[in-house]
Nanobody, 127 residues
């Protein structure tokens, strides 16, 4: 599976962006899809994940109520709608595909359970 993330940019605080991640291959629906981010000088952190069918989602606490993850299995694409952006959301955002243990949040949030990664797209939020 090859992943291609897009949609990043420079925006002002309080505005919105939608990230997209397109996947190659016919096995897209076989994977949990996640978004992670890495801010300058910080470790990569989990942002959100969506189950194989799209019926269930997880979010890290700092983005709950502001970000929405969704997927379109017919288009092999996962999205991250980011509303109410804050300067602390500034980071390179990566999409990832894997098969964590969905019933364990710690598994879903662990990057090691994702096999494929996109190249990242930079989101910069100015104050």
């Amino acid at each position: 599976v090859q992943l291609q993330a897009s949609g990043g940019g420079l925006v002002q605080a309080g505005t919105s962006l939608r990230l997209s991640c397109s996947a190659s291959g016919r096995t897209f629906r076989s994977y949990v899809m996640g978004w992670f981010r890495q801010a300058p000088g910080k470790e990569r952190e989990f942002v959100a994940a969506i189950s194989w069918s799209g019926s269930s989602t997880y979010y890290t606490d700092s983005v709950k109520g502001r970000f929405t993850i969704s997927r379109d299995n017919a288009r092999n694409t996962v999205y991250l709608q980011m509303d109410g952006l804050k300067p602390e959301d500034t980071a390179v955002y990566y999409c990832a595909a894997g098969n964590p243990q969905w019933w364990l949040h710690t598994s879903v949030a662990a990057g090691g359970h994702y096999f494929y990664w996109g190249q990242g797209t930079l989101v910069t939020v100015s104050s």
